[in-house]
């Protein structure tokens, strides 16, 4: 079993950044994949990132709509993963949530990751 708990969120201006960690705990595998999901008010589960998490198999990904200004990234030794937001919009406010899987290969679709944390509030204002 593995626990996720996301940190980092707050509100910041348009163009500001800020640094979301994800803290994982439990039973996590070599060949484990951690996401970057979003949800907006009234609007459904966005998929940001991803990145594997074993050392000797690194891969990222991102949304079309965050390439260039958000970075993911890891610290195996201190579980963790982090998404750094740059460049941050209004249209970037939402719930972020850290999510993982077992496997090696990346994803974008929720349904395809097992666990989930209770999320991280974005505000980004104009």
């Known amino acids: 079993q593995v626990q996720l708990v996301e940190s980092g969120g707050g509100l910041v201006q348009a163009g500001g950044s800020l640094r979301l960690s994800c803290a994982a705990s439990g039973d996590i595998s070599r060949n484990f994949v951690a996401g970057w999901f979003r949800q907006a008010p009234g609007k459904e589960r966005e998929f940001v990132g991803a990145?594997?998490?074993?050392?000797?198999?690194?891969?990222?990904d991102y949304a079309d709509s965050v390439k260039g200004r958000f970075t993911i990234s890891r610290d195996n030794a201190k579980n963790t993963v982090y998404l750094q937001m740059n460049s941050l919009k209004p249209d970037d406010t939402a719930i972020y949530y850290c999510?993982?899987?077992?496997?090696?290969?990346?994803?974008?679709?929720?349904?395809?990751?097992?666990?989930w944390g209770q999320g991280t509030q974005v505000t980004v204002s104009s």
């Open positions: 990145i594997t998490w074993s050392w000797n198999f690194v891969r990222m």
């Open positions: 999510a993982g899987r077992t496997g090696y290969g990346l994803a974008r679709s929720d349904g395809e990751y097992d666990y």
